[in-house]
C-alpha cells in the first residue's frame, strides 16, 4: 500500500456491530451459546475483547437480546476497564440476523456515523488483529469487503426432495468458492442504506451482509479469511473452543 492510502486509512473511524441476539438453538443448552465459558470466560466477552483491542477500532455497537441484559453484565464486568470504554450502550436485536444488524447500525449511526463498519458475529471469539486489519484494508479500498477461505469439500448445488436426501442441480468449480466469515466490512453509509432499502422493500432473511449488499447492486470483494476463525455453531464446536482458550493465557 502507498503511503498516501495507510494514512488515508488510519484517518478513517471505525466501528463494529457484534451480533450476539440469536438463541443458540443448534448448540443447545440453556444458556445462549455466546453466554457460555470457553477457557473461563464467556464466548461473548472474549469476542467483544479481540475487537476492543485493536486500535483500529474505536467503537462497538453491541446487539443483545431484550431479555439478556443481565448475563450481558456480567460479560462487561470481565472486561479491562479501556476494552469497556469502547462499548456503546447495547441495542436490542431482532428475530433474523439481518435485523439484529440493522438495529446495530441504527444504533452506530445514533452516535455519530463511523466511516466504516465491520459487522462480526458474537459467536467468532477467534477473530484476531491481523484478520481485523485486512479487514479494515478491503472495506476501505473497495467498500464492501467479506473475508473468505477456500473450500476442502466438494460443494453441490442440491434441491431438498425429503429430509435428508436432496438432488444435485450443480458441482461448481470448487476453485471458484469461499466460506464466508465475519467480520465483514462495509462503507457505513452504504451498508446502512443497504438495510434501509431491505427493511422498506419487505426483504429479510439475508444470513450474511455481504449477500445483502449484493442485493443492493454493490459490487462485494472477498478477501483472505482465517480457518481458525471459526464460528460456534454446534456442541462439539463449544468444547473444541474451551480447549483452544484454556491452552492460552488467561488475558488472551
Ligand atoms: N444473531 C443475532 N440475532 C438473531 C440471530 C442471530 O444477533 N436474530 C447472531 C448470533 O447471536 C450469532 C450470529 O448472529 O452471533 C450468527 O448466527 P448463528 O450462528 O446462526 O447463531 P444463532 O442464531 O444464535 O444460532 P442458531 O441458528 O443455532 O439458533
Ligand atoms: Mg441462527
Not at 441504527?106 to 459487522?119: C, F, I, M, N, T
Not at 473475508?147 to 442440491?158: E, F, R
Request: charged share 25%; hydrophobic share 45%.
Amino acid at each position: 500500500m502507498s503511503d498516501e492510502a495507510a494514512r488515508s486509512q488510519d484517518s478513517e473511524t471505525v466501528a463494529a456491530v457484534v451480533v450476539a441476539a440469536g438463541k443458540g438453538l443448534r448448540v443447545g443448552g440453556d444458556l445462549p451459546k455466546q453466554y457460555r465459558r470457553v477457557g473461563g470466560r464467556a464466548v461473548l466477552t472474549r469476542t467483544l475483547a479481540a475487537l476492543a483491542q485493536s486500535p483500529r477500532i474505536a467503537r462497538i455497537q453491541p446487539v443483545i437480546a431484550p431479555d439478556a441484559q443481565d448475563f450481558y453484565r456480567e460479560c462487561l464486568a470481565d472486561l479491562e476497564p479501556a476494552h469497556r470504554a469502547k462499548l456503546a450502550e447495547p441495542v436490542p436485536g431482532g428475530a433474523t440476523r439481518q435485523q439484529s444488524v440493522a438495529a446495530g447500525l441504527e444504533g452506530l449511526a445514533r452516535d455519530g456515523s463511523p466511516d466504516l463498519v465491520l459487522v462480526h458475529d458474537a459467536a467468532r471469539p477467534f477473530v484476531d488483529d491481523a484478520l481485523i486489519a485486512r479487514a479494515v484494508a478491503a472495506g476501505s479500498r473497495h467498500g464492501a469487503a467479506v473475508p473468505g477461505i477456500a473450500v476442502s469439500d466438494t460443494i453441490k448445488l442440491v434441491e431438498e426432495l425429503a429430509p435428508g436426501i436432496g438432488r444435485v442441480h450443480e458441482t461448481p468449480a470448487r476453485e471458484n468458492l469461499r466460506a464466508v466469515q465475519t467480520p465483514q466490512s462495509f462503507r457505513f453509509g452504504l451498508l446502512l442504506d443497504a438495510h434501509r432499502r431491505a427493511v422498506a422493500e419487505g426483504r429479510d432473511g439475508f444470513t450474511d451482509d455481504g449477500a445483502l449488499a449484493e442485493w443492493a447492486g454493490q459490487p462485494v470483494v472477498v478477501f483472505e479469511g482465517d480457518a481458525r476463525n471459526r464460528k460456534i455453531t454446534q456442541a462439539a464446536d463449544l468444547i473444541e473452543a474451551d480447549r483452544a482458550f484454556s491452552g492460552r493465557a488467561f488475558s488472551d
